[in-house]
């Protein structure tokens, strides 16, 4: 059974860091583009970033850039959303999502195919 399993989410202040996980079971990460998406209640669904496979390049959303850094460890078949500086408008659920293609674009949410459960990040005082 292919599953995706998102982690490490939570409650943390302004200014907080959280270290987002994406496990993969029943394939192999190394060549699939992961994404990351977030949807907070009554706003569509957002792409945060993406890692393509093979190569790894990365790309983000202007909001994000300079605060979340994603990478992976295939030993681990895990991808990571490091997010840094964390602001309220960050609060969302976080989903996790892996697509075949040569570069990721973490736009196009219809490109991937399998999707973890979400974790929920909220950043509050």
């Known amino acids: 059974q292919l599953q995706l399993v998102e982690s490490g989410g939570g409650l943390v202040q302004p200014g907080g860091s959280l270290r987002l996980s994406c496990a993969a079971s029943?394939?192999?990460?190394?060549?699939?583009?992961i994404g990351w998406f977030r949807q907070s209640p009554g706003k569509e669904r957002e792409g945060v970033s993406c890692i393509s496979g093979g190569s790894n390049s990365t790309d983000y959303v202007d909001s994000v850039k300079d605060r979340f850094t994603i990478s992976r460890d295939n030993t681990k078949n895990t991808v990571y959303l490091q997010m840094n500086n964390l602001k309220p408008e960050d609060t969302a659920v976080y989903y996790c999502?892996?697509?075949?293609?040569?570069?990721?674009?973490?736009?196009?949410?219809?490109?991937?195919?399998?999707w973890g459960q979400g974790t929920q990040v909220t950043v509050s005082l």
């Open positions: 999502a892996a697509g075949f293609m040569r570069l990721c674009v973490f736009q196009a949410a219809n490109e991937y195919d399998y």
């Open positions: 029943g394939f192999t990460l190394d060549y699939y583009a």
